[in-house]
């Protein structure tokens, strides 16, 4: 049962078919038979329609009659449609979305079988919720919606989209009628005259009037009210492309034998005086603040200042052999944008430099089709072969198939009203967007939150747009590093990317904390980043728990302390050496592929182990890092065994090396295996970080506590608690002076054995 929008009311039976309740009595609008028997769901489209149900057809009644939209070989059980005037049909094999003039089957599970929907519903703000047989799935919507009915079903021309802020969008349709979108439909507002070759494209509105080009037509409309003003006709050799209205208001013509300006009814060729001035098809142009005009060729670019002509060649300086442009626009700082048909876009400033981006600095696509900048000062720019994308810092955000845009080259872009986007592409004609204004989630994960000096923390992150539209392999995220010591100060964050997990650099000891944020499709940033804290351990010897030996032992003997006293002395100035070496340290990076041949050589990796990379890369690691072929083959056992276990997670192996020109090097090393689409290992990740002083460091340590030990054993003294019970007993001396095994000693207060 429904109510419609002229507030009757609905009914679908199974037995009795359509009822409809008007006034003050109920009618039969059809039986269940003639709607193909067992009725079971109506509903109401966006144009006022009634759509019913039967056992495989689906119904739609105008007012008039019934006619058959489509028939399903499953049974239907529902039908709804979105706010966008999307219908959605449940059948008991599934659920079925008409897109493109398509009826495709939506995959709700694709590890249940059981694809039975039993109802549908859908909210005010597109969120279809489909209940089925194994549960309720929710369907958000797509960032972009197509957006062409309208009241005949006539086509709509995709280079005539004409979107304003402050206006409603205007189009033109193969019927030969100027169109306007009222919010939910195109409906047409002005017929011009029948011509055999369909309207091509329309200028911007100015003053309420827009020129149409008609083949070698050109049609002065006004828009309030509907009118036709003009008509001028076009030289047929003149092979008239397109139109552009300057800032002026005087119209041009782009032609494939050059450029032409309307001068009262009649076509003057621009620039006007010049006799050997090179006439040849015109690409795109466009009139700045300042007055200037830029023209885009096919072979050059020229730059139209006053009454000189700057002529900037595709084989010049600038644009270096690109096709220079298609497209030409003025931001609102006043640079100027080129977009390329294969070579992305170059950039110039009010200062004549020039600046080049391509998909190698970021841009998604460098096939470029269209540029716009919407009233939040954001540049669009649309694609010729997939989608679109939009600039967010030096970040390029992509709307593609995922969001919603068909594969097809985007021809117009525009706004209306202010903050809806609209986008017109070739085959499937226009499209709307709507930013959301909801934030995704994240979460961090941190592999080990306590870590010792030379060791480096492994994080991973995702994050979800909760109820919101962006797949969680669509986000991006950034992260910071905030010491403990800079916890309120606003450090810079890393650039956005897609990876979800990094592998932070070496640390000093202390305390950080470690935020990501995320990013979606919207362009909405995560306002409350994920947080957590890492601590960086000391060295061993810089703990306060080192020292208590050391005042242990200087309690035994003057001698012992002094000999010690100098030890320290001497172990300090090596862990001074060691502290700065590790401060100054750089870190040797290689990877090596699954044959265990190297592929990167670093720089800092040549001058350790004295190898050039011209030498290193191809040759494998067991020859290169290992002088002695058996430690090689047991050190890469090791490593393949351990990366294995750790299924994905970096792993740590300190190894000993010899440098080609001798010298004996200890590294820590750190490994992270890369696995291709079976699983299997593909790459190896080692940053190895050159421990050699903090080795020997130990050994000394090792020795001074052998020392230590020995002067012990020789000592006529031991130690006891205040609690009067022996600590430490050097056996030698007791056991001689007391008489006593050392065990017994050692489980007797002071007063009992000491004589």
Known sequence: MIRDRQGRIWVANSDTGVLCFEGSSWRKVATSDELGGDCLSICEAPDGSIWATGLNALNRYDGKGWEVVHTFHPAITCVVFTPDGIPLVGTNKGLFVRQNEKWNKFSLDQESPDQYVETLACQPDGIVWVGTRVGAFRLSPTLWTQCTDNDNNSKLLEKSLIAEPDRPPLALSENNELMQFDGTLWRPILALPSRETSIGMMTRPREEKVWILSGTDVFHCSLTPPALLEKISVPGQFDPRSLYQDKKGDLWLLSSTGLYRLDKGSWIAEPAGKDNYIREKIQGMAHLENGDYWIGYDDRVEHWHGGEITSYPARGKIFQGWPPTGVILETHDKRLIFGTPSYGLLFRDTKNNWTKITEKEGLFRNRVSSLYEDTRKILWVGHRDNGLSFQYGNLWIPHKYHEGLPNGSVLCLGESPAGKLWASVTGSSFYTYSRSEGSPDTTLFVADAELSENESAFISFKGIDLWKRTRSEDLYFSYRIIPESQ??????????????????????????????????????????????????????????????????????????????????????????????????????????????????????????????????????????????????????????????????????????????????????????????????????????????????????????????????????????????????ICQSTAERNDGLPARILAQSPVSQPCR
Request: charged content about 25%; hydrophobic content about 35%; glycine content about 4%.
């Open 487 to 728: 916890r309120f100060t606003d450090l810079a964050w890393s650039p956005f990317t897609r990876e979800t997990q990094v592998m932070l650099p070496l640390l000093e000891p202390g305390q950080y904390l470690i935020q990501v944020r995320s990013l979606d499709s919207d362009g909405n940033l995560d306002p409350s980043p994920a947080t957590t804290t890492l601590t960086v351990n000391p060295p061993v010897w810089q703990r306060g728990e080192f020292f208590f030996p050391v005042i242990i032992l200087s309690l035994v003997t003057l001698v012992a302390l002094a000999a010690f006293f100098r030890k320290h002395i001497a172990l300090t100035e090596s862990e001074e050496r060691y502290r700065t070496l590790v401060e100054d340290a750089l870190t040797v990076i290689l990877k090596w592929d699954s044959a265990e041949r190297i592929t990167y050589w670093n720089e800092y990796a040549e001058k350790l182990f004295c190898i050039p990379a011209d030498q290193a890369v191809g040759s494998t690691v067991q020859e290169t890092l290992f002088s002695q072929p058996e430690d090689g083959h047991k050190a890469l056992s090791e490593i393949r065994q351990m990366l294995i276990s750790s299924k994905g997670l970096p792993v740590q192996r300190r190894s000993q090396h010899t440098s080609k020109d001798g010298r004996h090097l200890h590294l820590n090393w750190i490994y992270r295996s890369v696995l291709d689409d079976q699983g299997q290992m593909k790459e190896v990740h080692a940053f190895g970080t050159d421990c050699t002083e903090q080795v020997v460091t130990e050994n000394a340590l090792l020795e001074s506590e052998q020392t230590y030990k020995s002067l012990c054993g020789r000592s006529q003294r031991f130690d006891c608690d205040p609690a009067g019970w022996d600590r430490e």
